[in-house]
């Protein structure tokens, strides 16, 4: 553990919850302006320990906080959000703002438009504070792989927040944020929740628009909240979910209140267990954390019921075939032509691609590239991407068939707790098994969140993953609240 002067202590604090922090700027107590000047004066004091901030957008936070100071002092209805500090991962655009998806090959570049998440948030009151580091083009477990540096974790600084989103956890469980924008492909919300001991939310694919977010595999990819509380990730959801004539993709259901949804006692609810995401390989003080989890839902009023998902073995190398075969087409366009770096070695339009995509990406990233060109190369097309795109219809026909005996779905969102820095870097495939409990909700594009659920002896937060049936993100909050609850 790190020594006195970088302890938890130091670094971990509960941001206040969304409704008191718009109770006092409602009643005047609180100004949005001095909340936003307070936040930044926090992360001037932290985050050069923690390096979760990689730009500060202060000018707009700001005018977007006296707005809202302007609307208290007449009188008038706050919207849902604010004043509510609130970070962005820099894989989602922010107009005016750098926009780096931790890579280099993105320097200098500034989109001219906001995606469309972070244009509800702030439609919604919310003051946006900057934006955040996280694994370069969000490929990585542990956010070790930005371009600019790890990401600390807050609980303790020698160890990693998770990955791809770590900065978006890690500033909320350092109240660098209330709460913060981050996107999953493989568990890049839920695992870095776990690790950090906060609360993260997968919505099901297509429920949020994906306009905006720089593209790692577009048909896993997701854009969610992270939040201190429950209640708060159920509100944030609320607030940028729903259709956008932007993406094609997005889902045109009916937007559920989750807020209210997730006060409904979760009594009734039938809980599976599957045997898979508790066998070999998982930590025993993770394990423990989660059957105390259960019993708690059990004491609740829920039922619980084991289940069976067996083709779960096969979920890693699918996701692991089929997300780098979509990173190798999606990045395909950072080739130093229209924007981002290049090289200054090119002396040729071939040698520009080459230089410049060899200088500008980083070693993981080039791993995927290499592994998806291969899987989609001819004679090798249909024994790796189409066998895995196989094996993923059958996972997610696993789910449905468990959803037809039960509500939700509980698992240990990660086998282990945080681990240290360096500690995984050299051995890529231990790195991926890190995703073996997230990528399969992931490959059915159902929902989840990860709430915490105790800590170790050594005091690393534990996360319990919650897995619902798609647009079941009521039912997710629901046991979500409840294992809150129980503390």
């Not at 890693?316 to 087409?329: G, R």
């Amino acid at each position: 553990m790190p020594d006195e002067t970088q302890s938890a202590t130091s670094f971990v604090e509960k941001p206040k919850t969304l409704a008191a922090l718009r109770e006092e700027i409602s009643s005047g107590r609180t100004k949005a302006t001095d909340l936003a000047a307070s936040y930044y004066a926090r992360i001037e004091e932290k985050n050069p320990r923690l390096n979760v901030y990689l730009s500060l957008t202060k000018e707009r936070a700001l005018a977007q906080a006296a707005r809202i100071d302007a609307l208290a002092a007449k009188g008038d209805p706050l919207p849902p959000l604010a004043g509510v500090p609130m970070g962005i991962k820099d894989a989602l655009v922010v107009q005016g703002a750098p926009a780096t998806a931790g890579s280099k090959i993105l320097k200098g570049y500034q989109p001219p438009y906001d995606c469309t998440a972070v244009a509800r948030l702030e439609a919604a009151g919310a003051v946006l504070l900057g934006k955040l580091n996280c694994d370069e083009f969000a490929m990585g477990s542990s956010n070790e792989n930005s371009a600019f540096g790890p990401v600390r974790n807050p609980v303790d600084p020698e160890r990693v927040p998770g990955g791809s989103s770590g900065g978006s956890a890690a500033a909320v469980a350092a109240n660098l944020a209330v709460a913060t924008l981050g996107s999953d492909t493989g568990g890049s919300i839920r695992q870095p929740a776990s690790f950090c001991g906060v609360v993260g939310v997968l919505p099901t694919w297509g429920r949020v628009s994906r306009y905006g977010l720089i593209a790692f595999a577009s048909s896993l990819d997701r854009v969610g909240p992270f939040a201190a509380h429950v209640r708060d990730a159920a509100t944030l959801l609320g607030a940028i979910a729903g259709h956008d004539p932007m993406d094609a993709t997005c889902s045109a259901a009916p937007v559920e209140d989750y807020a209210a949804a997730s006060d409904k006692p979760a009594a009734g609810l039938r809980i599976g267990v599957p045997a898979e995401y508790f066998a070999e390989g998982l930590d025993a003080e993770v394990r423990a954390a989660i059957e105390k989890g259960i019993a708690a839902l059990e004491a609740a009023g829920c039922s619980i019921h084991p289940i069976a998902l067996p083709h779960t073995k096969y979920a890693v190398p699918a996701y692991y075939l089929i997300a780098t075969a979509e990173a190798s087409a999606n990045l395909a366009r950072f080739d130093g032509v229209r924007y981002g770096y290049r090289s200054p070695q090119s002396t040729s339009l071939a040698g520009m691609y080459a230089h410049s995509r060899d200088e500008g990406f980083g070693a993981e990233v080039k791993r995927r590239i290499l592994l998806g060109t291969y899987a989609l190369s001819a004679g090798y097309y249909d024994a790796y991407y189409r066998k895995a795109q196989q094996v993923r219809r059958i996972l997610a026909e696993e789910f449905l068939r468990a959803f037809a005996q039960v509500d939700a779905i509980v698992t240990p969102t990660s086998p282990f707790p945080a681990f240290k820095i360096g500690e995984k870097t050299g051995d890529p495939l231990a790195m991926y098994l890190a995703d073996i409990y997230t990528v399969t909700a992931s490959l059915a594009g159902i929902c989840g969140v990860s709430v915490p659920c105790g800590a170790t002896r050594a005091g690393l937060p534990v996360g319990m993953q919650i897995l619902a049936p798609h647009l079941g993100e009521s039912t997710a909050f629901r046991v979500a609240r409840a294992v809150e609850a129980a503390g």
